[in-house]
């Protein structure tokens, strides 16, 4: 089943009682990198190399991280 950016994230959220899951927020590169590459070989064709993250850029055009709201560090991830 595929998900849009909310889904994704209710999705992640229902997945405890205390409706406090997320979705994935890198932070250094090499953890980003390791959890995509983690990823892409578990869900392989299925998912093009594509997953939601934790950040979006909906508030101010500026990506930030859904947890704080923080700036997210520039080239984490792909524009699309």
Do not use: H
Not at 14 to 39: T, Y
Not at 49 to 69: C, I, P
């Amino acid at each position: 089943r595929i998900l849009d950016g909310q889904g994704a994230l209710n999705n992640c959220r229902n997945k405890f009682v205390s409706g406090s899951g997320r979705l994935f927020e890198p932070r250094i590169f090499s953890i980003n990198q390791a959890v995509w590459e983690a990823a892409d070989d578990k869900l392989g064709d299925s998912s093009y190399g594509e997953f939601w993250l934790g950040m979006n850029d909906l508030k101010d055009g500026t990506y930030r991280y859904e947890s704080d709201g923080n700036e997210v560090v520039d080239g984490m991830w792909m524009r699309g």
